[in-house]
């Protein structure tokens, strides 16, 4: 079964930083480009990260060079470790593959940003 379970969110200050993980089944991970997303009620969900299968990364420019995406095929996950977060980096972050042809979405995990 197609699957990616996101883990890592919460609550945090301005400021500080979280590690997300990104768990996928289901399919040969190390063959795709991943992308983490994010969605904040109300607008559109947006690519803010992306990794080739063979480790080249892009970035959104709200989040270039706080934000780094890395992948351990291995282990069939994907990291985004987030850095000097601001309240506009609240949103609930998905992974899936990048591109086209979106595989079904997980649940996602919150990010709060907040004093």
């Known amino acids: 079964q197609l699957q990616f379970v996101e883990s890592g969110g919460g609550l945090v200050q301005p400021g500080g930083s979280l590690r997300l993980s990104c768990a996928a089944s289901?399919?040969?991970?190390?063959?795709?480009?991943i992308g983490w997303f994010r969605q904040d009620p109300g607008k559109q969900r947006e690519l803010v990260a992306s990794?080739?299968?063979?480790?080249?990364?892009n970035y959104a420019d709200s989040v270039k060079g706080r934000f780094t995406i890395s992948r351990d095929n291995a282990k069939k996950t994907v990291y985004l470790q987030m850095n000097s977060l601001n309240p506009e980096d609240t949103a609930v972050y998905y992974c899936?593959?990048?591109?086209?042809?979106?595989?079904?979405w997980g649940q996602g995990t919150q990010v709060t940003v907040s004093s």
């Open positions: 899936n593959k990048a591109g086209a042809f979106p595989y079904p």
């Open positions: 289901g399919f040969t991970l190390e063959y795709y480009a």
């Open positions: 990794i080739t299968s063979g480790g080249s990364t």
